[in-house]
């Protein structure tokens, strides 16, 4: 059996890195196979390769699950930037230029971020760089984590009160807790009002998975007070129409909050934390330039504070 040089091997590398990648991104050979517009049987073999010129193992395989071995994920973490870099080379040397004038941009975000957070730098970007395909995804906290992980979107804008060990969470914009009630509701006078004014009322809140609403039943068990919710509504907007509609009072971002709105506002910072909104990456995750760009435009200094994070995590 003739021996292959190895410069062959070294050609094939990089096919057989991105095959890796994709798989371990998803989770999936097939999924990766999709991703990568090839066969199944052709992502198996690479993969298989790359494991017998490794002589390790990459994946434990379980039925139709796969799993990262240790090795693989060692082997993962050193690959995946070096596969994204490459992937977008193009692009990287175009923005070293300064002709950032393609490609694609994928922010993850929820609704309240892509409505009252996201719209003032989507247009600048937009219009510095009308070439570049912006795509907004409006998930959960927990989708857009997802998301990030399996590489579908270049980073999310948006809250977190926990932040898992693999990301990293940079806050830019803070905001205050705010009690709503219609203009004719007992309340609606009120400059201030306790914890213990506010238990008698029916609250309006977001759905109960959301974070809003354990922050809302943990401040209220911290001082022993007990609450009723009496409607269950999705997204600040629908919560406040129906606020208007004297339905009952809620507990707010403030960042929902414009001149138009027709409800009562009361600060609720003596009882509840502020709510901070910022960027969220994954780390050691190759940013393209033009993820890099646009987030330079919603916080100047980003880079700065984590770049050593970034790149070291």
Not at 156 to 175: H, N
């Amino acid at each position: 059996m003739t021996k292959l040089p190895p410069l062959y091997y070294k050609q094939n590398r990089l096919k057989q890195l991105r095959a890796f990648c994709h798989t371990a991104r998803s989770g999936s050979i097939s999924l990766a196979a999709e991703s990568l517009y090839l066969s199944q049987p052709s992502v198996s073999l690479q993969i298989q390769a790359l494991e017998r010129e490794m002589g390790i193992t990459l994946f434990e395989r379980r039925g139709p699950q796969i799993k990262l071995t240790p090795e693989g994920d060692v082997l993962y973490q050193l690959s995946d930037p070096l596969v994204e870099g490459i992937d977008k080379l193009q692009e990287s040397f175009a923005a070293a230029y300064g002709k950032l004038e393609d490609g694609e941009l994928n922010i993850a975000a929820g609704e309240s971020t892509i409505l009252y957070i996201l719209p003032a730098p989507i247009k600048q970007f937009a219009d510095e760089y009308p070439k570049i395909r912006l795509k907004l995804h409006n998930v959960t906290g927990r989708d857009g984590m997802s998301m990030l992980r399996a590489d579908e979107a270049d980073f999310a804008v948006g809250s977190m009160l926990e932040v898992p060990d693999d990301v990293i969470y940079r806050p830019i914009f803070t905001y205050n807790p705010t009690l709503i009630t219609s203009p004719d509701h007992p309340l609606g006078s009120r400059d201030t009002v306790t914890l213990e004014e506010i238990s008698p009322y029916g609250l309006i809140l977001p759905p109960h998975h959301l974070s809003t609403w354990r922050v809302v039943d943990l401040v209220f068990k911290q001082h022993g007070l007990g609450y009723k919710v009496t409607l269950e509504a999705g997204g600040w907007e629908v919560i406040k129409k129906y606020v208007q509609l004297n339905m009952g009072i809620s507990i707010v971002t403030d960042v929902c909050l414009t001149p138009c709105d027709k409800v009562h506002r009361i600060p609720l910072n003596e009882y509840f934390p502020t709510r901070s909104y910022g960027i969220v990456i994954r780390k050691k995750k190759f940013l393209s330039p033009q993820a890099r760009r646009f987030i330079e435009m919603m916080d100047p200094g980003f880079f700065e504070e984590i770049e050593e994070e970034l790149e070291g995590a």
